[in-house]
């Protein structure tokens, strides 16, 4: 599922189950990657064509395209160069003619937009100038999704950590012409904070689900309030209760979940987003505890109100601060219900190691850790690069869910982040990016 919140990328998408015995039927090399800083690239599977987003060797925004059918790739660079910045992901879509959609390579920038002239023909890319033409010139966080009737939407924030806007537009393929979705911007720090968001995710309740935190500045460490929307056409907003809300949303206007005040412990990509077997939206994320450590909580609205539960009970202080892409010490899943188990939690700790556990869906406080097993993941292959620090990324696809049960991922290596500044050689080699497929 693809998240506002920091370089990953976003899809809106029916909540669904993890599979009890996925393994990797396929896997076709796709070109040499850079290696030496993180940022998000973007797998897009639309029928039978499959289409990827990334950075090559030289850090040029690159689209590959192949059939399903075979296994050699088209390529086309476009002329967009990645600098030291991980926040400068790429995402992609396509609207309902086939015509294909990227934006990418900002972080506080000018708008960068490409459409291809003829439907799925990745040669026919070119540059747009403007979408809309207003509030395009300092541009973080780039999305496409589709809303209600498969209508194409791009959603980004307009301004900078701690002082920002989300625009929403939405796409008219007949004149292949923008327009904002909304006549105003969905939330508003007004000019004190901005908000970093979770979603929008389509829940079996019809309802797209958005949560989210706001930052005061530049500093990470200045998070505070996870904060809760809902919506049935991404257009008219309400609480959890289906009260009414008047865009744009701030601050004193919004529904707070969990009122954890700047340097609480709250981080902008620590949140995410998930349903138990009922329908019910439940907020994951972790802020301090009462005696400093970094716990992780689950939020779920029971009896009118938001209850909130301590999941974990580590003995240790994630005292992240400052600016810039940081080192990840812990990460905390949504809740999914796991075929033949029940609803389930996966986490990751630089102390305690990382785990899946099997939550009691009442109460949701841990039953037991999953064995290997039943967590089951695809194995994608051991770390191949052996230069020190390098790590395994993946992503998921942004395309529609396929009526096969078949679904496709990337792997590829870098190194961590590096707070957005350059890095001293020596560097690493470039790393092979593949796609692969997936099935039970």
């Not at 982040?417 to 890095?423: I, T």
Request: hydrophobic share 35%; aromatic share 10%.
């Amino acid at each position: 599922m693809k998240s506002l919140a920091s370089w990953l990328v976003v899809c809106v998408v029916a909540a669904s189950p993890i599979t009890a015995a996925e393994r990797v039927t396929g896997r076709i090399d796709i070109a040499p990657v850079w290696a030496v800083h993180p940022v998000g690239f973007c797998l897009l599977t639309d029928g039978d064509d499959q289409f990827v987003a990334f950075y090559d060797a030289d850090r040029q925004m690159t689209v590959a395209q192949r059939r399903l059918s075979e296994t050699t790739w088209k390529f086309v660079r476009l002329p967009e160069a990645l600098v030291w910045d991980s926040h400068n992901s790429v995402t992609m879509d396509v609207d309902d003619t086939g015509c294909l959609h990227l934006s990418g390579n900002m972080h506080v920038k000018p708008l960068v937009y490409f459409r291809t002239r003829e439907p799925r023909n990745i040669e026919t890319f070119e540059r747009v100038a403007n979408m809309v033409g207003e509030n395009e010139t300092k541009v973080t966080y780039p999305d496409f999704l589709h809303g209600p009737g498969n209508v194409l939407m791009f959603t980004y924030r307009d301004g900078k950590s701690g002082e920002g806007n989300q625009i929403w537009n939405a796409y008219d393929s007949k004149t292949r012409t923008w327009h904002r979705l909304l006549d105003k911007p969905l939330t508003d720090g007004e000019g004190l904070m901005n908000a970093y968001f979770d979603g929008p995710s389509l829940g079996p309740d019809g309802y797209y689900h958005l949560n989210w935190v706001w930052r005061d500045t530049p500093d990470c460490a200045t998070n505070h309030d996870l904060s809760y929307a809902r919506s049935k056409d991404l257009v008219h907003w309400e609480t959890s209760a289906g009260e009414p809300l008047t865009l744009p949303i701030t601050l004193h206007t919004a529904e707070i979940v969990d009122p954890t005040p700047a340097g609480g412990g709250l981080l902008n990509v620590g949140k995410r987003l998930g349903f138990d077997s009922k329908g019910n939206a439940i907020l994951s994320y972790y802020k301090y505890d009462e005696n400093g450590n970094t716990q992780a909580y689950n939020a779920r609205r029971e009896d009118g109100k938001w209850v909130i539960r301590q999941v974990s009970n580590w003995d240790y202080r994630w005292a992240f601060s400052g600016g810039g892409t940081i080192v990840t010490e812990i990460t905390v899943g949504p809740v999914v219900m796991k075929k033949g188990l029940g609803l389930t939690q996966s986490y990751s700790h630089v102390k305690a190691g990382s785990g899946t556990w099997l939550l009691d869906e009442a109460t949701l406080q841990p039953v037991r850790e999953l064995t290997k097993e039943e967590r089951s993941n695809p194995d994608l292959g051991p770390l191949e690069s052996t230069f020190p620090g390098m790590q395994v990324r993946t992503a998921g696809d942004a395309g529609p869910m396929r009526p096969d049960g078949i679904r496709y991922m990337l792997r590829w290596e870098t190194l961590g982040p590096n707070r957005d500044k350059p890095r001293e050689l020596p560097w690493p080699e470039p790393s092979m990016l593949r796609v692969y497929r997936l099935e039970e």
